[in-house]
């Protein structure tokens, strides 16, 4: 059974602190991507990976970074967290045919 | 550019209704489309695969490459298959999708 974690379910940080979302797959699957899913706008992509330090730009890269330094972790990083940041964040890996799996999101309040 | 499109933000219709969930898609080459189902409080999963050409949970969706759309389609709907419906396409390479803004569906007893 695929496992995709992510550190927490909730988190309420203030504007400019940086934040670190991360993400933990145990299927030893190659790419990785970070969304956030906000009403009415879908699931967006921020960034992805198709192996250990390699990144990709999604859609809405900016003010997000990110790092995967080992095949399993996958973490968002918000250099300085604004309040339009407020969201859920999702991660995923890839399958086969498609297919993603997905963590239970990250719902990320920034005040 | 590739663009899916779901006009629908919110359906609405009463158990044992039909159901069809609008998808239209926008991409120059051969897509992968596909329909995933987010229930409350539960994580987002695969619903269904175009190549696959199955019914899961009695819900089917045809590619019509002519009108670039994926429609959901379900002949009697129950509560249960309330949820949050989006369509996906694949299509960039690296195995990315391009999501749909989503459709919440609510089935009334």
């Known amino acids: 059974d695929v496992k995709v974690t992510q550190s927490s379910r909730y988190l309420v940080k203030r504007t400019g602190e940086k934040v670190f979302l991360e993400c933990v797959q145990d299927m030893d699957h190659e790419n990785m991507f970070w969304y956030r899913q906000d009403p009415g706008l879908g699931l967006r992509l921020i960034y992805f990976?198709?192996?250990?330090?390699?990144?990709e730009k999604g859609d809405i890269p900016e003010g997000y970074s990110v790092s995967r330094e080992k095949k399993e972790r996958f973490s968002l990083i918000l250099e300085s967290a604004s309040t339009n940041q407020t969201s859920m964040y999702l991660c995923a890996t890839f399958h086969r045919l498609g297919e993603q799996y997905f963590g239970p999101g990250t719902r990320l309040t920034v005040t | 550019a590739q663009r899916v499109t779901q006009p629908e933000k919110l359906l609405s219709v009463f158990k044992g209704a039909p159901v069809e969930l609008k998808c239209n898609y926008s991409?120059?080459?051969?897509?992968?489309l596909f329909w995933y189902v987010q229930y409350s409080r539960q994580r987002l999963q695969l619903l269904l695969r175009?190549?696959s050409r199955e019914s899961i949970k009695g819900f089917t969706a045809d590619l019509n490459k002519g009108e670039t759309s994926f429609h959901l389609k379900k002949p009697f709907a129950q509560e249960e298959d309330s949820a949050m419906y989006y369509c996906a396409l694949s299509g960039r390479g690296y195995s990315t999708l391009t999501f749909g803004k989503g459709t919440m569906l609510l089935v009334s007893p």
């Open positions: 991409y120059s080459g051969s897509p992968e």
């Open positions: 990976s198709y192996d250990v330090k390699m990144k």
């Open positions: 175009h190549i």
